[in-house]
C-alpha cells in the first residue's frame, strides 16, 4: 500500500472512532487524540517529513480560532491538530474545507426542518454573535468582550441543536481518501 493511501486510511480509521464517540456522547476521547499524535509525530519523524506533521499540527491547531468564538469545542480543536500531524498542512485544510461545505448543508437542513422562519432567526443570531466574537479576537484580544458574547452565543445555542463536528471531519477524511484512491486509480 502506498504510503499516503497508508496514511488517510489511518486517519479515517483514527476519525471514525472519534465520529462515534462525538455522535454518542459529545466528547472526542483525549486517549485518541494522543495516540493519532503519536501516530502522526511518529510516522512523519520515521519518514523524515517531521517538519511536514509540525505544519499540519500547526495548521490544525489553528482552528482554535473557531473555539474561541464558541464554534468548536475543544476536542474539535485537538482533533483537527491530531489530524494534521498526520496528513499534513494540505491534507487537514482539505478536510477541513469538505467538513465546512458538510456543515453548511447540515445547516441548512436545519433551519428548513421544523420552523424555517424561527430557525432562520436563531441561527442568523448565533452567526452574528460567532462574528462578533471573531471581529473582537481580531480588534485586539478583548477578552471583557468577548466573555459578554460567549455568554450570549451559550444562551443563543439553548434552543439549537448541537453539532458533532468529529461526524463532519470524519466525512471530510472520507471524502479526502476517495480522491486519493481516484487519483490512483485514474492516474
Given amino acids: 500500500m502506498d504510503n499516503t493511501l497508508y496514511v488517510w486510511v489511518v486517519s479515517a480509521v483514527f476519525t471514525a472512532i472519534a465520529a462515534y464517540t462525538d455522535a454518542r456522547t459529545g466528547k472526542i476521547r483525549n486517549w485518541l487524540v494522543a495516540v493519532m499524535l503519536a501516530a502522526g509525530f511518529g510516522y512523519h519523524l520515521w519518514t523524515h517529513t517531521f517538519a ?3 505544519q499540519g499540527f500547526g495548521y490544525g491547531l489553528a482552528t482554535v480560532i ?11 480543536v485537538k482533533l483537527t491538530a491530531a489530524l494534521g500531524s498526520l496528513v499534513g498542512p494540505a491534507g487537514v485544510l482539505f478536510v477541513l474545507t469538505a467538513a465546512y461545505l458538510l456543515v453548511l448543508l447540515y445547516w441548512l437542513w436545519l433551519i428548513i426542518k421544523g420552523n ?7 441561527e442568523w443570531r ?9 471581529l473582537y479576537l481580531v480588534g485586539g484580544f478583548r477578552f471583557a468582550k468577548i466573555r459578554d458574547t ?5 444562551a443563543a ?12 471531519v470524519w466525512l471530510g477524511v472520507l471524502t479526502a481518501l476517495a480522491t486519493v484512491i481516484y487519483a490512483k486509480e485514474s492516474g
Fill in 52 to 54: 511536514f506533521a509540525a
Fill in 66 to 76: 473557531l473555539y474561541l468564538c464558541g464554534v468548536f469545542g475543544e476536542g474539535d
Fill in 116 to 122: 424555517p422562519r424561527e430557525n432562520l432567526k436563531r
Fill in 126 to 134: 448565533l452567526f452574528y454573535l460567532y462574528g462578533v466574537s471573531l
Fill in 150 to 154: 460567549m455568554e450570549q452565543i451559550k
Fill in 157 to 168: 445555542q439553548a434552543g439549537s441543536p448541537t453539532v458533532p463536528y468529529g461526524v463532519f
